[in-house]
Protein backbone atom coordinates (compact mmCIF):
# COMPACT_ATOMS: atom_id res chain seq x y z
CA UNK A 1 0.00 0.00 0.00
CA UNK A 2 1.35 3.73 -0.43
CA UNK A 3 0.27 7.22 0.87
CA UNK A 4 0.31 10.04 -1.56
CA UNK A 5 0.38 13.49 -0.70
CA UNK A 6 -0.52 16.94 -2.65
CA UNK A 7 0.94 19.99 -2.50
CA UNK A 8 0.05 23.47 -4.51
CA UNK A 9 2.89 25.25 -6.20
CA UNK A 10 2.62 27.85 -8.08
CA UNK A 11 5.13 28.77 -11.47
CA UNK A 12 5.36 31.15 -14.69
CA UNK A 13 6.64 31.46 -17.94
CA UNK A 14 7.31 34.33 -20.46
CA UNK A 15 6.53 31.68 -22.84
CA UNK A 16 3.08 30.18 -22.22
CA UNK A 17 1.39 28.17 -19.95
CA UNK A 18 2.98 24.97 -21.35
CA UNK A 19 5.98 26.24 -20.06
CA UNK A 20 4.79 27.30 -16.99
CA UNK A 21 3.89 24.00 -16.08
CA UNK A 22 7.32 22.44 -17.53
CA UNK A 23 8.76 24.80 -14.94
CA UNK A 24 6.67 23.96 -12.21
CA UNK A 25 7.14 20.12 -12.60
CA UNK A 26 10.79 20.22 -12.78
CA UNK A 27 11.31 22.34 -9.93
CA UNK A 28 8.72 19.96 -8.02
CA UNK A 29 10.64 16.88 -9.28
CA UNK A 30 14.08 18.62 -7.83
CA UNK A 31 12.85 18.74 -3.86
CA UNK A 32 9.66 16.21 -3.80
CA UNK A 33 10.59 12.29 -4.64
CA UNK A 34 8.47 9.78 -6.39
CA UNK A 35 6.17 13.25 -8.15
CA UNK A 36 3.39 10.72 -10.00
CA UNK A 37 1.03 13.55 -11.72
CA UNK A 38 -0.37 16.95 -11.47
CA UNK A 39 -3.28 18.56 -12.50
CA UNK A 40 -3.97 22.94 -13.05
CA UNK A 41 -6.26 24.32 -10.58
CA UNK A 42 -6.09 27.93 -12.18
CA UNK A 43 -4.40 29.92 -15.03
CA UNK A 44 -3.73 33.54 -14.65
CA UNK A 45 -1.52 35.95 -17.06
CA UNK A 46 -0.02 39.33 -15.95
CA UNK A 47 -0.41 41.72 -18.71
CA UNK A 48 1.78 45.10 -19.30
CA UNK A 49 0.86 47.82 -21.77
CA UNK A 50 -1.87 46.14 -23.20
CA UNK A 51 0.63 42.45 -23.99
CA UNK A 52 0.86 39.93 -22.31
CA UNK A 53 4.40 39.61 -20.39
CA UNK A 54 3.68 36.17 -17.83
CA UNK A 55 1.95 32.97 -17.84
CA UNK A 56 0.93 31.41 -14.56
CA UNK A 57 -0.33 28.12 -13.22
CA UNK A 58 -1.20 26.91 -10.24
CA UNK A 59 -0.59 23.30 -9.55
CA UNK A 60 -1.98 20.61 -7.56
CA UNK A 61 0.86 18.27 -7.69
CA UNK A 62 0.88 14.40 -6.16
CA UNK A 63 3.38 12.42 -4.59
CA UNK A 64 4.28 8.90 -3.35
CA UNK A 65 5.70 9.46 0.62
CA UNK A 66 7.98 6.38 0.99
Do not use: C, H, P
Not at 11 to 17: N, V, Y
Not at 28 to 39: D, H, R
Amino acid sequence: MSVARVTEIKASSTESFDDAVRVGIARASETLSNVKGAWIAEQEVIVNDGQIAEYRVLMKVTFVLN
